[in-house]
């Protein structure tokens, strides 16, 4: 059985990760996967060096986020770009990893594959991903174009079923490989942050991004060095310059040098879970953070917010702490708790690898989405005419598109104009200023060149009627005189 998957990205965060679990596990005796990225990257030579088919196709986010939506390339080139990789490979499924790209749903519509969208983010309320139709159009399309959509967590399975009926959608949690992401293994992390045994090192791992919440880790690091509690925070993940440079302005600011580190991104995650005491997540939204369960399965206690996910993966009190997003002191008063109970930390770590084992392996993902491959490619479907329903479809989409490009284009020059209606404002009242200034020195310099008019005038009418007496006398001289 053939599965085309099209990924959204060729990076390797949440998503990419759990998708690459899947690629990795799947009975290769049983299904044959080919894999569709919009770029190069590490996904796709992770993937190409396990003999699998790697094509690039063009996407664009139809859920504005990390990369812009510009209509550059229209949907109807982009589609036509998948279908002529569907011809060639002529896939019986064809599964869409995450819900902001629609190219892979429209191409097998159009050729009558069964699909599966796997959705990973909560885009109710999300600070950064903003579906560019409203949500309800974007989720009845979701469901229009998919025989079936799996959910990583309730949490998003409970945005979406206001529209999409619930028999269509499954809960398909991510699954961790427990022998990558086993307790003790071999680190130098500790020697590399200059930690001595007794120090405390609490880590999060995740793209330097608005919705991870490290604003929040940073106002709890601050109430920790404030009351003495020696931790060290390692934030670990890529992000945009400006969002790096931003966090590291916060570090600076706050006087955290010596008490948070920034470690960029970086590929030894298990050997940096290894070495660490507690882990943090922050995140205001998080629909299922993938890193959490590779740090429970490590044994390693976890404080996370109430933001998604974490509700589902650990249980409060036993294998970790949950408290409210956006709450930086409940987040410092659970970390300090954890600091200084060594035992605690003990307990709750052997309690996470016990809930991962029963509830979050890699075996029961994987066996989940093969039972799913294997009941859709028993289904039917007629190729939809896309001159019937696709079509019109397509087309309302791309004049979002170009109605998006055009507000943004707008909010733009709005804000240049305030810019330079600011600038002209502040050189306006320079020029008042300046012409006040100028009234006063010229008001000075008339008092001045009065006083010194008069000083000069006094002895120069002296002086006049001294040559008009040598006047006369030399007039009355003879020639020869003169």
């Not at 979406?160 to 009926?165: D, F, N, S």
């Not at 106002?219 to 992000?239: E, N, S």
């Not at 989405?369 to 039917?380: E, N, T, W």
């Amino acid at each position: 059985m053939k599965v085309l998957f099209v990924s959204h990205s060729a990076f390797l965060n949440g998503a990419e990760t759990s998708l690459l679990s899947l690629l990795s596990n799947l009975d290769r005796n049983e299904f044959e996967p080919v894999l569709v990225i919009p770029c190069e990257g590490e996904l796709g030579k992770k993937v190409r060096s396990m003999g699998i088919t790697v094509y690039i196709a063009n996407q664009e986010w139809w859920v504005e986020g990390c990369y812009s939506i510009t209509g550059n390339v229209s949907l109807h080139n982009r589609v036509t770009d998948l279908l002529a990789i569907i011809d060639i490979e002529n896939p019986d499924i064809v599964h869409t990893n995450t819900s902001v790209v629609i190219e892979g749903a429209i191409a097998a519509a159009i050729r009558g594959i069964p699909h599966i969208w796997h959705i990973h983010e909560i885009l109710d309320n999300h600070p950064r991903l903003r579906p560019i139709l409203p949500h309800k159009i974007t989720y009845s399309i979701m469901s229009k174009l998919s025989e079936r959509i799996a959910v990583v967590s309730r949490a998003v399975r409970d945005q979406l079923t206001e529209v999409i009926p619930m028999d269509k959608m499954e809960i398909i949690y991510n699954g961790v490989d427990t022998n990558r992401f086993r307790p003790n293994l071999d680190s130098d992390i500790r020697d590399e942050l200059g930690l001595q045994s007794e120090d405390v090192l609490a880590v999060a791992v995740g793209s330097v991004i608005k919705e991870k919440g490290y604003d929040n880790l940073l106002a709890a690091a601050a109430l920790l060095k404030a009351r003495g509690t020696r931790v060290l925070t390692a934030i670990v993940g890529q992000g945009e310059a400006e969002g790096v440079q931003e966090l590291l302005a916060s570090i600076t600011t706050l006087g955290l040098k010596s008490h948070v580190k920034y470690l960029g991104y970086r590929t030894d995650i298990p050997e940096i879970l290894s070495a660490t005491d507690i882990y943090i997540l922050p995140s205001v939204t998080d629909a299922f953070p993938f890193v959490v369960l590779e740090a429970m399965s490590m044994g390693k206690p976890i404080v996370a917010t109430k933001c998604g996910g974490p509700s589902e993966m650990l249980v409060d009190g036993e294998s970790g702490f949950l408290v409210e997003t956006n709450d930086p002191e409940a987040l410092a008063a659970k970390i300090e708790l954890l600091a200084k109970d060594p035992e605690l930390q003990a307990r709750m770590g052997k309690s996470a690898i016990r809930r991962v084992k029963s509830r979050f392996s890699l075996e029961t993902f994987v066996s989940r989405f093969s039972s799913a491959y294997r009941q859709l490619a028993l289904s039917s479907k007629l190729p939809l005419d896309k001159n019937g329903l696709l079509a019109p479809m397509m087309e309302l989409y791309q004049k979002h598109v170009v109605a998006e490009t055009f507000r943004k284009e707008g909010q733009a020059n709005k804000e240049l104009i305030h810019n330079l209606q600011q600038i002209v404002a502040e050189k306006n009242e320079i020029i008042i200023q300046n012409e006040a200034r100028i009234r006063e020195l010229e008001l000075r310099n008339s008092e001045l060149i009065s006083s010194l008019s008069w000083r000069i005038t006094a002895p120069a009418r002296g002086a006049a009627a001294f040559l008009l007496d040598t006047k006369k006398y030399f007039t009355n001289c003879h020639d020869d005189d003169k």
